[in-house]
C-alpha cells in the first residue's frame, strides 16, 4: 500500500489522525533521568530501579501464574482454589502496578512487556498443560519464595543506601501481602483428614 507524504504543513491542526508514527525512544531502559529532587544521588537510584525492575518481573511472572493455576484448576477443591487464585491474582496485580510506579517516579523506566518479562524472570516456566493441585500449590509457594528472599535483601540495602521510601514498599506493598499469600496456600497442603479424624491413641 502507498502511503501519501506528510505534507509541510503537517504540524497544523486536523481532524484526520496520523497513524503509523515512529521516533526514538524518549529514554532508555536502564537509566534514569539525570535531574529528580527526590534528595537521591542518581546511582542510588540506578541501583534501586535496576532492583525493582527484577522485582517487578518476578512479581508479573507470580501474578500469571496465578492466572493460569485458577483457569486450569480441576478437583474436589476446586470451587475454592478457583476462587483463591484469582483473589490472589487481583492482589499481586496491585503489587505490580505499585512497583512500576516507583520505578518511573524514581526517574527509571519499568519493565512492561511479556518477552521482556520472561527473559528477565526468575521464577521457572511452567509447562502449557494442566497440572494436579499439589503441584500448582508448590508452584506458587516456589515463586513467593523467589519474591520474599529478594525483598528481604532489597530492603536491607535500600536502608543502607538511604532510600526509606522503597524499603517501606517493598516490606508494606510486596513483602507481607506475599507472606499472607504464603500462608493461604500453604494450609491447602495440609495432610489432614476431610471425613474421619484419626481416632485417639490411649497412653500406657
Known amino acids: 500500500m502507498t502511503r501519501k ?15 503509523h508514527q515512529s521516533a526514538r525512544e524518549l529514554q532508555a531502559f536502564g537509566t534514569v533521568t539525570s535531574v529528580m529532587p527526590l534528595q537521591l544521588e542518581e546511582p542510588i537510584r540506578l541501583e534501586m530501579t535496576e532492583q525493582l525492575n527484577q522485582l517487578l518481573a518476578d512479581t508479573m511472572t507470580l501474578r500469571d501464574l496465578y492466572k493460569k493455576s485458577h483457569w486450569q484448576v480441576s478437583g ?6 478457583h476462587l483463591l487464585f484469582d483473589k490472589h491474582y487481583e492482589e499481586q496485580n496491585e503489587i505490580v502496578d505499585t512497583i512500576a510506579e516507583r520505578i518511573q517516579l524514581l526517574g527509571g523506566v519499568s ?19 494442566r497440572e494436579e493441585v ?21 530492603a536491607e540495602l535500600a536502608t543502607k543506601l538511604g532510600d526509606p521510601g522503597t524499603n ?3 516490606v508494606s506493598d510486596v513483602l ?19 471425613v474421619e479424624a484419626e481416632p485417639l491413641r490411649q497412653s500406657a
Open 5 to 19: 507524504p506528510i505534507s509541510s504543513n503537517s504540524n497544523k491542526a486536523s481532524a484526520q489522525p496520523r497513524y
Open 76 to 81: 474436589a477443591t476446586f470451587y475454592q482454589l
Open 111 to 129: 519493565i512492561a512487556m511479556a518477552p521482556d518479562v520472561a527473559e528477565l524472570t526468575r521464577i521457572p516456566r511452567p509447562p502449557k498443560g
Open 134 to 154: 499439589p503441584v500448582q500449590l508448590s508452584r506458587l509457594l516456589d515463586a513467593h519464595e523467589v519474591i520474599i528472599t529478594h525483598c528481604r535483601q532489597l
Open 168 to 170: 517501606d514498599l517493598v
Open 176 to 194: 507481607r501481602p506475599s507472606e499472607l499469600q504464603v500462608w493461604f496456600l500453604s494450609e491447602h497442603l495440609v495432610n489432614a483428614p476431610m
